[in-house]
């Protein structure tokens, strides 16, 4: 099938960076992108009108963990544990996650694709779902809802243990255990990567830098070389991981990822932001430090803004790590899962930290959240509208409500789009949502069915909470109950 596109604003590749062409036409072939310039005379299947919209590629989330993420939502806003320096992890969100049921992982991992595909989001690095799901069912709902994702299996050799009151360390499991999981990753890898039609992109997923050994970051680096795939890794995630890197190795999780050889140009580290140098951690940066150490390696970070600006933590400057040759991507982790929103947080935050207008630029992310995921995940093909590239693209109006007035299209979808005002998206050169509408999944069977979900989790709480606690006593409702009296 063959797509034309009437743009009043194409944001187009000219090789070297986005530029804005205006009046512009974007022409698929197949699953490619066959033209984009002032004009097309050849003949094309369908014609779309984008008069009053913008016609970008579609954005590429570095992280998510689908099946999981929605608890979040009506949950973790305002909570956090102090003595964790307001980190959710190790607390609350283990709590959560005991609570999920099996079938619960394909309710949430359906929803999130969906909300991501809503927000201009063509490409997912998604964590997770091959895990819980397993490998097949994961590939089936990619399939069915049309999103492009990078997936692989979760490899790890340790895990997080309380020796006694909130001391959370890493207890090893053996590095035997961690071996056979990066067999199965292996093993998943030759099975699926270029499966449907080139929209499932296998990569390896060692899970956070404290509970993956050296030996087994080190097999993780060799088995990447081999099978050349993406890799994806949390890292610098919040202070106790910091600390605990410190006092396992001497080392930053960022200076010890450089140690065991992980580091490198194919890895995409999610969420990159606890490093030497940030006023939260009180650790000097000395000679470059991490951020050095990212760009000299050519790693990518994954900016997840949301879930850390609800705990009063952040990567200390977007604009920062980019002046310092670091390639910075956007990815979601929690819910909301909506790259506008992402993008939006992700400017104003850099903005905070740097007391400057000037930094966290709508230029500078919106390239994050295309260009910057793509290289991360070694895909020159994605990210940008050009000749050859492959047809991910979304068109969002930009004579809306939120968008009016523009003048200029990527101020607005960093500054006031929503996902409301994402109108088309096509990925691999197929139609997955029209008049802001999902073609591949019932919305309103969706939503309710999250809902639904979502409360029996909540009333789980108390069985695996560690204090035995209730999900109101985890996590207050803003205002107390009143019975109307
Ligand atoms: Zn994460």
Known sequence: MSIGIRGKWVIAYDGAEHRLLRDGVVVTEGNRIKHVGRSYRGDVDRWIDASHHVVIPGMICTHTLASTAPKDKSFIDDTGARHFYMSSLGENLTALGRSIRPDDYHVFARYSVAELLRSGCTTMLEIGMVSTLGAEAAVEHIGE???????????????????????????????????????EAERFVKKYDGALEGRLIAALYPSTVDKVSGPLQKAVREKADELKCPVSIHAAQWVVEFQNMLRMYRRTPIEYLGDTGLLGPDLVIGHGWAVAGHPLLAYPAVGGGDLGLLAKNGATVSHDPLVFTKRGNKMHSHSAYLAAGVNVSIGCDTSPQDMLNEMRLASYMSKVADWSCFSGSAREVFTSATLGGARGIGREDLGRIAPGALADIAVVDMETMNNVPCRDPVKNLVNSATRQDVELVIVNGELVVEEGVLLTIDEEKLVRQVQKTTEAIWDRIPENHYLRQTSDEVSPQSFKPWNGD
């Open 145 to 183: 809802l049309g999103i492009r994702a990078v997936e692989g299996r979760n490899i790890e050799d340790g895990r997080w243990a309380r020796s006694q009151g909130a001391n959370l360390e890493t207890e090893w499991l053996g590095l035997e255990h961690g071996m056979r999981l990066l067999d």
